[in-house]
């Protein structure tokens, strides 16, 4: 990480005011942290679309299910055929059982991995705390503005950027 800043704001329509802004911005990416729920309620049942858990949850059913009735049927018909009963070899209603259980246990890791991948976690340090000033006792509404580019983005841009977002102090990492 070349540069990185936070911003710390007087309330949470200030701290809400900056987020849209910066979504405009291409060259940082930015968290926010706050003691309180950004998003409204009706924000939140608005935004009820896939994303990359529902996406991922999906994906692994879908292969869970194809790898179970595929490896049934490949041990049953291919690998192994054995005659029990006059019963035939591609028997789909014995596979049922074993394919449910698979699906659900594919979507469950599934949806798990994804999870901690769209969390970003396991997160043992995050750069935030390398503030000096950051107190999560006092500093409930902050933006932690990175760029993981190699070139530095200018002091003047960040200045401009921290004056235009109505931040009450921002402090660079050094």
């Not at 991922?56 to 292969?63: E, P, R």
């Not at 469950?108 to 340090?125: N, R």
Request: hydrophobic share 45%; charged share 20%; with cysteine.
């Amino acid at each position: 990480m070349k540069n990185a800043w936070l911003f710390q704001f007087e309330n949470v329509d200030s701290l809400q005011n900056a987020i849209q802004n910066l979504k405009n911005e291409s060259r940082v990416r930015f968290e926010a942290y706050s003691a309180h729920d950004l998003v409204s309620g009706d924000e939140a049942e608005a935004n009820q679309g896939w994303n990359k858990v529902k996406l991922a949850a999906f994906l692994g059913a879908l292969s869970g299910l194809f790898l179970a009735i595929f490896g049934q049927w490949y041990a049953n018909v291919i690998d192994m055929p054995l005659n029990i009963g006059g019963r035939p070899l591609n028997s789909w209603p014995a596979f049922i059982p074993v394919a449910w259980v698979f699906t659900v246990l594919c979507t469950a890791i599934s949806t798990f991995v994804a999870f901690l991948v769209q969390a970003k976690l396991p997160s043992p340090h995050d750069p935030v705390f390398e503030f000096e000033s950051y107190d999560l006792s006092q500093n409930f509404y902050s933006i932690f503005i990175f760029s993981d580019r190699e070139e530095d983005l200018p002091e003047n841009f960040i200045l401009e950027l921290g004056q235009s977002l109505g931040s009450k102090r921002w402090e660079k990492i050094p």
